[in-house]
T-cell receptor
Framework: DAGVTQSPTHLIKTRGQHVTLRCSPISGHKSVSWYQQVLGQGPQFIFQYYEKEERGRGNFPDRFSARQFPNYSSELNVNALLLGDSALYLC?????????????FGEGSRLTVL | AQRVTQPEKLLSVFKGAPVELKCNYSYSGSPELFWYVQYSRQRLQLLLRHISRESIKGFTADLNKGETSFHLKKPFAQEEDSAMYYCALFPPGNTPLVFGKGTRLSVIA
C-alpha cells in the first residue's frame, strides 16, 4: 500500500488565482482530513470529510472548500489566493468518522503564492 | 478552547543524555493525547498515544491530568531521534486533532 498520496507535491501560484489539491487515502479508509501547516507552526485543521459529507470545518474563510468523491479521494480548493495561503497542505486519512485520533498523513502539497 | 502548548521550539541534547519534550494542554474534559513525529524527509506519523501506555523507540509519555501535561521522555537519546515532535490533543466527540507548534529535537553526537 502506497499510503496517503497527494498531488501536486509543489506548486507556485500568484495572488488571486485558484488552486486545487488532490488526495487519495489509504485503501479502506473512509475519512479524509485536510490540514494547513505554515512554516514554524503545527498543522491546523481545515476540513474533515467522511462518506462524501463534510463532518468538520476549521476556522478558515469561505475561499477554502473541499469535497470527497465516491472512491473516498478528496480535493481541496482555494480561491482568490492570498500571500498568507503559502503553506504545506497535508491530507490525512483514517478508517472511520470517529476514529481514534490516529491519522495517516500524506507528504503534503507545498503551495507558494507570489 | 482546546489548546496544546509546546514551550520549546528547539531542544538540543547530547547522544546518551536523557530527553524530555514538554507538552501542556488546555481542555476541560478527558481528552486523548498523542505524540506525532516527523523525521527528515518523511511524512508526519504517529509515535505514541497515552491510552496505549506503551514505549515506542524507547519513548514514553505519561498523562498528568492534574498538571494537564503529557511530556515525552527517553532515558538515552540516540542520533536517529533527531526530528520534529508534535503533541496533539483529541477531544471526544469527533472533533479534530489539535496540534501544538512542535519541538525540534537535535541529538548531538
Amino acid at each position: 500500500d502506497a499510503g496517503v498520496t497527494q498531488s501536486p507535491t509543489h506548486l507556485i501560484k500568484t495572488r488571486g488565482q485558484h488552486v486545487t489539491l488532490r488526495c487519495s487515502p489509504i485503501s479502506g479508509h473512509k475519512s479524509v482530513s485536510w490540514y494547513q501547516q505554515v512554516l514554524g507552526q503545527g498543522p491546523q485543521f481545515i476540513f474533515q470529510y467522511y462518506e462524501k459529507e463534510e463532518r468538520g470545518r476549521g476556522n478558515f474563510p469561505d475561499r477554502f472548500s473541499a469535497r470527497q468523491f465516491p472512491n473516498y479521494s478528496s480535493e481541496l480548493n482555494v480561491n482568490a489566493l492570498l500571500l498568507g495561503d503559502s503553506a504545506l497542505y497535508l491530507c490525512a486519512s483514517s478508517l472511520d468518522r470517529v476514529g481514534t485520533g490516529e491519522l495517516f498523513f500524506g507528504e503534503g502539497s507545498r503551495l507558494t503564492v507570489l | 478552547a482546546q489548546r496544546v502548548t509546546q514551550p520549546e521550539k528547539l531542544l538540543s541534547v547530547f547522544k546518551g543524555a536523557p530527553v524530555e519534550l514538554k507538552c501542556n494542554y488546555s481542555y476541560s474534559g478527558s481528552p486523548e493525547l498523542f505524540w506525532y513525529v516527523q523525521y527528515s524527509r518523511q511524512r508526519l506519523q504517529l509515535l505514541l498515544r497515552h491510552i496505549s501506555r506503551e514505549s515506542i523507540k524507547g519513548f514514553t509519555a505519561d498523562l498528568n491530568k492534574g498538571e494537564t501535561s503529557f511530556h515525552l521522555k527517553k532515558p538515552f537519546a540516540q542520533e536517529e531521534d533527531s526530528a520534529m515532535y508534535y503533541c496533539a490533543l483529541f477531544p471526544p466527540g469527533n472533533t479534530p486533532l489539535v496540534f501544538g507548534k512542535g519541538t525540534r529535537l537535535s541529538v548531538i553526537a
